[in-house]
């Protein structure tokens, strides 16, 4: 659990830094929930973590009622989120390459 907060902490304050370097005005950024799932996608697929549906099997299934509805809650569904939605291109592009073929 601590890893999932960790990596969302990680990835908040690198953005900042990016406005930051790039002076651009915070008030205007907004981490909406398409980019913070298309950040998830780019951080999952550049970890390459080995079973990582046993992981999130076992977060989802032994988290209390409390967990899943805080912070970690949200970025826990965000990552299987983003493992579907990185499964379902990945067969797209297989269904695709099939087709050609």
């Known amino acids: 659990m601590k890893i999932i907060l960790t990596c969302s902490e ?3 304050k690198e953005i900042e830094k990016f406005y930051d ?5 915070r008030e205007k950024w907004v981490l909406d ?3 913070v799932l298309a950040v998830f ?4 697929v550049s ?3 080995e079973h990582l549906h046993s992981h999130l099997f076992i977060l989802d299934h032994f988290s209390t009622n409390s ?3 805080s912070i970690f809650g949200y970025y826990l569904s ?5 493992v579907e939605q990185l499964e379902g291109d ?12």
């Open 90 to 101: 990945y067969l797209d592009k297989i269904g695709n390459e099939e087709q050609q073929l």
């Open 21 to 25: 370097v790039n002076a651009l005005q």
């Open 33 to 35: 929930a398409d980019q």
């Open 78 to 82: 965000v990552m299987n989120c983003a």
């Open 67 to 69: 967990q899943m509805i």
């Open 10 to 12: 990680m990835i908040n």
């Open 47 to 49: 970890a390459k973590i």
């Open 41 to 44: 996608c780019y951080v999952i």
